[in-house]
């Protein structure tokens, strides 16, 4: 793995540093959150509702608004690169997915919505299984379950910093996917961390009746996924250490 001359070896990606910064950066843009989680509330609650109706019509409308979600996250990720990295943000920002990466965006949503959706069912498959079988078997489906499980948890693990590559790098959906992989690969700690404070950040805005849910949730997560992501960037030469909104160098410097 290569690395700028500035990005010294030393360098250990600190997660306490991005989420205090985290915190800070809903605080500064908590109408921009605000904003994103309200739009991307009510497309969910719109999928809840729709999805009462016949199965064909349901499925259709909630793909629809599944590939209606994908480019305002994208868009989201880039507003808070900007703002995060000093490049000076616009509200326009937010439709960056809608106007330019559309294809992109939605691509990668409906990948990683499969690659889950497969892990789940082979989770949940040889679980179910494990009943119906001898002893023998059922320790070969339990260790099924665990690989599934643990396949879950890496891809979600990839999601933190899959749009901060493409806000950092613009690069295409299977070289973001490869990047985010070694990523994970490579510093595991610090991303089970990160999914810490992402599953700990989900159970307090779900306590007060979702509430922050609808509030700040969906606009938040990207903030943190930018902050999380620039750690490692640090850690790889792509970004100063000290002056984050300098970049020595947009190439990847992840090799497999």
Not at 148 to 157: H, L, M, R, S, T
Not at 219 to 242: M, N, Q, W
Request: aromatic share 18%.
């Amino acid at each position: 793995m290569n690395s700028k001359s500035h990005s010294s070896e030393e360098y250990r990606p600190r997660l306490w540093r991005a989420t205090k910064l985290w915190a800070k950066d809903i605080y500064e843009n908590l109408g921009v959150v605000c904003a994103i989680s309200f739009i991307d509330s009510f497309f969910l609650l719109a999928a809840f509702f729709l999805s009462k109706g016949p199965l064909v019509q349901s499925f259709i409308m909630i793909l629809a608004i599944f590939t209606a979600i994908c480019p305002l996250s994208f868009g989201a990720t880039i507003f808070a690169h900007k703002k995060i990295y000093n490049l000076y943000p616009s509200l326009g920002d937010l439709a960056f997915g809608y106007r330019f990466s559309l294809a992109k965006s939605v691509g990668l949503g409906f990948l990683n919505l499969i690659f889950l959706w497969l892990a789940f069912a082979g989770f949940s498959m040889s679980l179910f299984e494990i009943k119906s079988f001898e002893i023998k078997s059922g320790m070969w489906l339990a260790i099924m379950a665990a690989v599934f499980f643990y396949a879950g948890i890496f891809w979600f693990g990839t999601l933190i910093y899959q749009l901060p590559l493409i806000a950092l790098q613009n690069s295409g959906i299977f070289s973001t996917l490869r990047k985010s992989c070694l990523m994970v690969l490579d510093n595991p700690l610090f991303t089970v961390g990160a999914i810490f404070v992402i599953i700990s950040f989900t159970i307090l805005c779900a306590l007060p009746a979702y509430v922050g849910f609808v509030v700040v949730y969906f606009g938040a997560l990207p903030f943190f996924c930018v902050r999380a992501s620039r750690e490692l960037f640090i850690k790889y030469g792509l970004v100063d250490p000290y002056e984050d909104q300098e970049f020595e160098d947009h190439s990847c410097k992840l090799n497999p």
